[in-house]
């Protein structure tokens, strides 16, 4: 079971290929649609809090895909460190009992 210790990442990772997703598809609808008012809502309900904490700290137009993508994929980049963090932590103690 070589795969078992891979499990953070691919966490991190599909959540990190969810971001990216709906980035693109932001950026399609906004592109081909003439009211694509709501495509937004989608890439910032999947990287909450940080979209939260981006739209106070950068609030305007300009940049908000970049600026939420990347706030996403930080978002994937801690997930996986806590989750590594923590596995390696069980692995490193005694078994109970």
């Known amino acids: 079971m070589?795969?078992?210790?891979?499990?953070?990442?691919?966490?991190?990772?599909?959540?990190?290929?969810?971001?990216?997703?709906?980035?693109?598809?932001?950026q399609v609808a906004v592109a081909g649609a003439a009211d694509a008012s709501f495509a937004g809502i989608w890439l910032i309900a999947l990287t909450v809090p940080g979209s939260l904490l981006g739209l106070l700290v950068l609030p305007g137009e300009l940049g908000s895909l970049v600026e939420f993508t990347v706030i996403g994929l930080l978002q994937a980049w801690g997930t996986w460190y806590l989750l590594e963090r923590s596995r390696s932590r069980r692995a490193g103690r005694p078994a109970r009992g």
Do not use: E, H, N, Q
């Not at 078992?4 to 997703?21: D, E, I």
């Open 2 to 26: 070589a795969g078992r210790g891979r499990w953070p990442l691919w966490v991190a990772g599909a959540y990190a290929v969810a971001v990216l997703a709906t980035s693109v598809w932001v």
